[in-house]
Nanobody
Framework: QVQLVESGGGLVQAGSSLNISCAHSGRPFSMYTMGWFRQAPGKERNCVSAISTTLVGGITYYEDSVKGRFTISRDNGKSTLWLQMNRLKPEDTAVYFC????????????????????WGQGTQITVSA
């Protein structure tokens, strides 16, 4: 069973940067595709970024609204996933969730929440105008 714990959320001003992390345990991290999802009040949980296992090259996906601002990365040795978020906007305000799926292929199609079987508890990010 996989356990995921996010950290690093908070309240920031628009234009600021934030780096959130997700600690993975329970199963070999290297075999998991990892994703960052966000959910604002009253809205669906959507994938903002994902990264495949390094065994298939660490292929990344970014949702259009975060391309050029967010960077996903992983360290298999530390079993940790990060999301570096730059030039944050008020519309980035949401609860951010880390998710894991074994060997899920990553393409240009946005991953769905139902593609992932393991989830963290989420971390709140609030961006003030």
């Amino acid at each position: 069973q996989v356990q995921l714990v996010e950290s690093g959320g908070g309240l920031v001003q628009a234009g600021s940067s934030l780096n959130i992390s997700c600690a993975h345990s329970g199963r070999p991290f290297s075999m998991y595709t990892m994703g960052w999802f966000r959910q604002a009040p009253g809205k669906e949980r959507n994938c903002v970024s994902a990264i495949s296992t390094t065994l298939v090259g660490g292929i990344t996906y970014y949702e259009d609204s975060v391309k050029g601002r967010f960077t996903i990365s992983r360290d298999n040795g530390k079993s940790t996933l990060w999301l570096q978020m730059n030039r944050l906007k008020p519309e980035d305000t949401a609860v951010y969730f880390c998710a894991a799926a074994p060997f899920l292929p990553i393409t240009t199609v946005q991953p769905k929440a139902t593609d992932f079987g393991s989830w963290g508890q989420g971390t709140q990010i609030t961006v003030s105008a």
